[in-house]
Nanobody
């Protein structure tokens, strides 16, 4: 199983970026999907999470009203739309998914390799 992120880069403060993550490989089902981020010297923190159906999601207080998480279950993808970005949003962003590789397997958590997001002031 692989989670591959795309869409990171450099943006000016106030600008927007869209991150995407696609899960591939032997996948039976995907439970929650999420985005985390880690800035230098900081712990990895949860940015946004979305339920399996896509109908329930939540974002960290620091990004509420600016970031939106969504998913496409037919394509095994999760997306993070980031608007009104701030320099403090600068971090490596990681995709995370809890999934089963077979009907009888246990749920495991998988991570992408991370994508750098830099917001200049």
């Amino acid at each position: 199983v692989q989670l591959e992120e795309s869409g990171g880069g450099l943006v000016q403060a106030g600008g927007s970026l869209r991150l995407s993550c696609v899960a591939s490989g032997s996948i039976f089902s995907i439970d929650k999907m999420a985005w985390y981020r880690q800035a230098p010297g900081n712990q990895r923190e949860l940015v946004a999470v979305i339920a399996p159906s896509g109908s329930i999601s939540n974002c960290a207080d620091s990004v509420k009203g600016r970031f939106t998480i969504s998913r496409d279950n037919a394509k095994n993808t999760v997306t993070l739309q980031m608007n009104e970005m701030k320099p403090e949003d600068t971090a490596v962003y990681y995709c995370n998914a809890d999934l089963k590789t077979a009907r009888w397997s246990t749920m495991r958590s998988y991570w992408g390799q991370g994508t750098q997001v830099t917001v200049s002031s």
